[in-house]
């Protein structure tokens, strides 16, 4: 029997030695690479921002209900501080909810402005001056009652405009206003007219009967105001013959100046509506479709599809054969 030398399995070694090495290099070139850094960074901000709002699959769900039940723990608490006579546990218990509340939203903040594509244009935005002055007023006043700066304390009610940005009901609803924009602006113009011709009749009309009440157009406006918008408080009525007349009139034209914008909405937000589900197949339809209901796969038709009239089941086409035989 021949021994090999005993440096022959040497290659073989050194060579592993030095592809494990070469790899060991280029797993570090690929961590120090800045696209690489760069392109991480990036996954994570986006990863963050999905799970701020509510769209990441593992965490979005239960951050979007903590957030959505902080912002109503907080608005009942802004509600209950204002009473008189609470008790000083209760009192106590207050601030120390509303520092924890301040701090979780500071931190959301934070991370908000961190994974914002335009971190400006977030700060800006209607959400971004939104969550700022959820926690603005309170570190303003770092837990000093200053007199002067007490009126910033009722700017934390904005907080409740933080659950638009988790209802999506919202989202059609302002979709729904953007889409009739421009016939509203032309509407609201026509209701300014309407209010001062309005305002401009009633003062002609009771200025001798009410000097007092009616003294000048501007302050006939207020009758005005309360008339079109059928509030009615009562405070300002006419007492002249013509001007009964002429606010009963009012009042009918008054349920047009309600009307029609409401029309409007609602007409643009149904369309909103369709537009998300064009067939007609609403949210359970479509659900109903995909969990095996009623014209689903598994009923033999395509899912969504009702089976038609003319088609009969193979049992029954064959008794009609023997019947008709």
């Given at each position: 029997?021949?021994?090999?030398?005993?440096?022959?399995?040497?290659?073989?070694?050194s060579g592993?030695?030095?592809?494990?090495?070469?790899?060991?290099?280029?797993?570090?070139?690929?961590?120090?690479?800045?696209?690489?850094?760069?392109?991480?960074?990036?996954?994570?901000?986006?990863?963050?921002?999905?799970?701020?709002?509510?769209?990441?699959?593992?965490?979005?769900?239960?951050?979007?209900?903590?957030?959505?039940?902080?912002?109503?723990?907080?608005?009942?608490?802004?509600a209950v501080?204002?009473?008189?006579?609470?008790?000083?546990?209760?009192?106590?218990?207050?601030?120390?909810?509303?520092?924890?509340?301040?701090?979780?939203?500071?931190?959301?903040?934070?991370?908000?402005?961190?994974?914002?594509?335009?971190?400006?244009?977030?700060?800006?935005?209607?959400?971004?001056?939104?969550?700022?002055?959820?926690?603005?007023?309170?570190?303003?006043?770092?837990?000093?009652?200053?007199?002067?700066?007490?009126?910033?304390?009722?700017?934390?009610?904005?907080?409740?405009?933080?659950?638009?940005?988790?209802?999506?009901?919202?989202?059609?609803?302002?979709?729904?206003?953007?889409?009739?924009?421009?016939?509203?602006?032309?509407?609201?113009?026509?209701?300014?007219?309407?209010?001062?011709?309005?305002?401009?009749?009633?003062?002609?009309?009771?200025?001798?009967?009410?000097?007092?009440?009616?003294?000048?157009?501007?302050?006939?406006?207020?009758?005005?105001?309360?008339?079109?918008?059928?509030?009615?408080?009562?405070?300002?009525?006419?007492?002249?013959?013509?001007?009964?007349?002429?606010?009963?009139?009012?009042?009918?034209?008054?349920?047009?100046?309600?009307?029609?914008?409401?029309?409007?909405?609602?007409?643009?937000?149904?369309e909103e509506?369709?537009?998300?589900?064009?067939?007609?197949?609403?949210?359970?339809?479509?659900?109903?479709?995909?969990?095996?209901?009623?014209?689903?796969?598994?009923?033999?038709?395509?899912?969504?599809?009702?089976?038609?009239?003319?088609?009969?089941?193979?049992?029954?086409?064959?008794?009609?054969?023997?019947?008709?035989?």
């Amino acid at each position: 029997m021949t021994w090999g030398p005993p440096h022959s399995v040497a290659p073989s070694r050194s060579g592993g030695s030095g592809v494990g090495t070469q790899r060991q290099e280029e797993n570090l070139e690929e961590v120090t690479d800045p696209a690489v850094e760069s392109d991480r960074r990036s996954r994570t901000r986006r990863r963050i921002q999905a799970i701020l709002d509510g769209y990441d699959p593992v965490f979005g769900r239960a951050v979007a209900f903590a957030i959505q039940a902080l912002i109503i723990i907080s608005v009942v608490s802004i509600a209950v501080e204002t009473m008189k006579g609470i008790p000083a546990w209760l009192h106590r218990a207050l601030i120390i909810e509303e520092w924890i509340v301040i701090a979780l939203f500071s931190v959301e903040y934070v991370l908000r402005v961190y994974a914002a594509p335009r971190r400006l244009g977030y700060i800006f935005s209607f959400y971004g001056i939104v969550d700022f002055m959820s926690v603005a007023p309170t570190l303003l006043l770092m837990g000093y009652d200053v007199r002067s700066l007490r009126a910033l304390r009722a700017f934390r009610i904005l907080r409740l405009f933080k659950l638009m940005r988790y209802v999506r009901a919202f989202d059609r609803l302002g979709r729904a206003v953007a889409r009739v924009s421009a016939e509203l602006i032309v509407f609201a113009g026509i209701a300014i007219v309407v209010l001062y011709l309005c305002a401009s009749a009633i003062y002609y009309l009771e200025r001798d009967a009410q000097p007092e009440a009616f003294s000048s157009i501007p302050q006939a406006m207020w009758w005005a105001i309360v008339t079109l918008t059928t509030v009615g408080y009562g405070d300002v009525y006419p007492v002249t013959v013509g001007g009964r007349i002429f606010t009963g009139i009012v009042l009918i034209l008054a349920l047009g100046v309600i009307a029609v914008p409401t029309g409007l909405v609602a007409t643009a937000l149904s369309e909103e509506v369709h537009s998300k589900h064009p067939h007609g197949a609403g949210p359970q339809g479509a659900l109903g479709a995909s969990d095996g209901g009623e014209g689903g796969p598994e009923h033999g038709h395509p899912a969504g599809k009702p089976p038609r009239s003319g088609d009969a089941a193979p049992a029954e086409s064959e008794a009609t054969e023997r019947r008709g035989g």
